[in-house]
């Protein structure tokens, strides 16, 4: 069974900086793109950044140059560098992987998601 746990948001002040991360346990062969949504009350997810096996990265226009997304192959781990916090980023973000199991099926899975709160 393949898990994905994030960890690391929290209450942030305006400016601020926090970093999420997203470990996948379990058992599969690879994971191809890793990736950070986030959820606004009564919306629906939207995408904040992705990145590809080949590190190729993609973001949503409202976080360039703010937010960093990397991955660490060896520890089955991503991250989501977020600098220059605004209060609008308030939000439940949830890591997301498309991960290639034993099988050898790419099966699409979410992490729990957690709050990041930006208020001073």
């Known amino acids: 069974q393949v898990q994905l746990v994030e960890s690391g948001g929290g209450l942030a002040q305006p400016g601020g900086s926090l970093r999420l991360s997203c470990a996948a346990s379990g058992s599969f062969r690879s994971i191809n793109a890793m990736a950070w949504y986030r959820q606004f009350p009564g919306k629906q997810r939207e995408l904040v950044a992705a990145i590809t096996s080949g590190f190729s990265t993609n973001y949503a226009d409202s976080v360039k140059g703010r937010f960093t997304i990397s991955r660490d192959d060896a520890k089955n781990t991503w991250y989501l560098q977020m600098n220059s916090l605004k209060p609008e980023d308030t939000a439940v973000y949830y890591c997301?992987?498309?991960?290639?199991?034993?099988?050898?099926?790419?099966?699409?899975?979410w992490g729990k998601g957690t709050l990041v709160t930006v208020s001073s």
């Open positions: 997301n992987a498309e991960i290639v199991t034993i099988t050898y099926y790419k099966l699409n899975y």
